[in-house]
């Protein structure tokens, strides 16, 4: 029987997280990971936090750079996942239409995540204190506050983690990502 090296391709696949800062997604991304490597799983983890400390240090977060910081990470997302890794991109993500930009550049199976949290919940956690800022007016332009976030019409899944234990939520995603894996 001829080699035709499909065999050797491991499916690769994007989970891409959305949902308002202090929602859970980056918490619930590295959780998600480090089960999946227990499990024998390849994944890599890419957020905001990632890009824009190296690739994405030029952008800004007016709308345009919001566009363009999702259309990159899109990318990266796919190239890990072409690779045969799974990529559990966390990402504020606030426009409809630059998730489905992510969504075509990947050529593998993209998983659509909304990380769901009220405004409430996610201002009393302010993991980095943006809300605090946003609210005295130091930091314009974020996201639920005085700019936009669209929740997603069609995620494949919804997690809510407004007053649910991160393991609860991580068993939810990882049952989730393992259905559609195998």
């Keep these: 029987m001829p080699h035709t090296g499909s065999e050797l391709a491991p499916l690769g696949a994007v989970i891409w997280l959305t949902g308002l800062s202090g929602s859970g997604k980056s918490t619930l991304a590295q959780a998600l990971a480090q089960r999946l490597k227990q499990l024998g799983h390849a994944c890599y983890v890419l957020d905001g936090d990632v890009l824009r400390t190296g690739l994405n240090a030029d952008l800004g977060f007016s ?16 190239l890990f ?10 990402f504020i993500s606030p426009y409809r239409d630059d998730r489905a930009l992510a969504r075509r550049a990947c050529k593998a199976p993209f998983h659509e995540v909304h990380v769901k949290a009220d405004l409430a919940t996610c201002e009393a956690r302010d993991p980095k204190g943006l809300y605090r800022k946003a609210r005295s007016g130091a930091l314009v332009g974020f996201t639920g506050i005085d700019a936009p976030y669209e929740a997603p019409v069609t995620a494949e899944l919804v997690v809510e983690t407004a007053g649910v ?8 995603l990882l049952g989730y990502v393992l259905a559609q894996v195998r």
């Design 81 to 90: 996942a072409d690779a045969g890794l799974l990529c559990i991109a966390a």
């Design 63 to 78: 709308p345009e750079d919001r566009s363009e910081n999702i259309r990159r990470a899109g990318e990266v997302a796919a």
């Design 165 to 172: 234990a991160l393991e609860v939520s991580v068993e939810r």
